[in-house]
């Protein structure tokens, strides 16, 4: 749960004059001769273990048929955020041709600055990116019902347990009542009652725009079977669902079944908290844990099958300095291709973003059963919203659920109403 976030977050601040050596053309490009242009390109990959293996894997069996057309691909350079450091590079006109990170709430914002290309624009795009990914797909338009953002992968949300907390704690670990928020609650406070764990489960409380992504956007997508925090330009998060979310999440923190103190340590690797909030990232990391896994929880429960949450998706931009943009798309493709998926799927553990993985990918799923509950939430998932404002959207709905939901300040229903009020006027703000 951690170790995302610190993906995310990058390590370091880099200096934004350091850009100026990583791009893969300088100026602004672009134009239908750069969409047609043919010739070398730098990308950018996550600096997760794993990505970069799939990176370099892919980029050196591009080269090795493309003897002109030769991929570089580095790791994202170091900064505050993945985001921040895009917009430097979108600003300084130093961004590469392709980032397979791209974080699809900062979409609009890179868009609304020149930065992206519009991938519908390439012949035949529209038709390969839903053939691809399927339904899904149509979540990551932007409000042109363009594509400045080519689906690629996902980590369906879902809870993490540890059984062996949940033995010591007399629950059974083969039928936990973790379906509905009252069975949820009356759990949780058993594990810490009994002494199991100081903590039920432990969230991240810090303030970043990100956070809900971790603990109220994936039971508002269930509670909601699929509903947007944003839709037809208003919040919806002040109708009784939101609420509903909002009351659950307050009840576990006013309880102290939740830490209210950022830690740098993985407290459910740790066994300070019997549960986590995370994605198939981290059935590797959690090796040592004997854990189980449930869909997130509703408030009268819901089944697996019909469960809904949210997809903690990364996507593959393509950045209007590049020169050379036709080969970015043929690599765009070539990196989605089934094969390429396949590898991807391998060696990360993480889903792409297509709509039959279990039969377009057997083998794996027959060995690795763990991760049959993350292919089949792909298809019901829904993401931050889409639009220049999202990420400052994003930011007023967490200020609201930490002075509201993890403080516990003032009455929730009228806080709810305020903060859809400052989401909406935000999300429309020119």
């Known amino acids: 749960m951690m170790k995302r976030r610190t993906w995310i977050a990058g390590i370091a601040t880099l200096a934004v004059a350091t850009l100026a050596l990583t791009g893969c053309s300088g100026g602004s490009g672009g134009g239908a001769d750069a969409m047609q242009a043919h010739g070398p390109i730098t ?36 900064g505050k955020t993945t985001e921040a450091v895009i917009g430097a590079a979108i600003t300084a006109g130093t961004t590469p041709c392709l980032v397979f990170n791209n974080l699809p709430a900062a979409t609009g914002q890179f868009q609304k600055q020149g930065g992206l290309v519009d991938l519908s624009k390439f012949p035949g795009a529209n038709k390969y990116i839903t053939d691809r990914s399927g339904a899904s797909a149509d979540q990551y338009k932007s409000s042109d019902g363009d594509f400045y953002q080519m689906p690629w992968k996902s980590n369906p949300v879902v809870i993490f347990y540890n059984k062996d907390l949940f033995t010591k704690a007399g629950l059974d670990p083969a039928n936990p009542k973790l379906s509905t928020y009252t069975d949820f609650l009356a759990t949780a406070k058993k594990l810490v009652s009994s002494g199991a764990a100081p903590y039920a489960i432990y969230p991240s409380p810090t303030s970043e725009f990100f956070q809900p992504n971790f603990d109220f956007l994936p039971l508002y997508a269930a509670e909601t079977k699929g509903q947007s925090i944003i839709k037809d330009g208003k919040a919806t998060i002040n109708g009784q669902a939101g609420y509903d979310v909002a009351n659950f999440w307050k ?12 830690v740098q340590s993985d407290v459910f690797a740790s066994g300070k908290a019997a549960m986590a ?11 040592k844990v004997n854990w189980g896994s449930v869909p ?7 089944s697996a099958e019909n469960t809904w949450t949210f997809p903690d998706a990364k ?3 393509m950045y209007t300095s590049c020169k050379n943009q036709g080969t970015a798309w043929d690599v765009v493709q070539f990196a989605t291709s089934k094969a390429q998926d396949g590898d991807l799927l391998q060696v990360t553990g993480q889903m792409p973003i297509r709509p039959d993985l279990k039969s377009d990918y057997p083998d794996f799923f027959a060995k690795n059963p763990a991760y049959n509950l993350f292919a089949s939430q792909t298809s019901r998932t829904v993401d931050d919203p889409n639009g220049p404002n999202a990420i400052a959207t994003l930011q007023d709905l967490r200020n609201f659920y930490s002075k509201a939901v993890i403080s516990g300040q003032g009455d929730l229903k009228s806080g709810l109403d305020q903060a859809a009020a400052t989401m909406t006027a935000e999300w429309n703000r020119k």
């Open 296 to 302: 997130v929880p509703t408030k009268s429960g819901t």
């Open 43 to 78: 990308v950018w990959y996550s600096n997760n273990a794993q990505e970069l293996q799939w990176g370099k894997a892919m980029v050196a069996s591009w080269n090795s048929t493309h003897p002109k057309e030769q991929i570089k691909g580095q790791e994202v350079p170091a």
């Open 315 to 317: 996507n593959i931009g």
């Open 251 to 262: 009840t576990i923190y006013a309880d102290n079944l939740a830490g209210k103190d950022p």
């Open 277 to 287: 909030i995370v994605g198939p990232w981290a059935i590797p990391v959690y090796k």
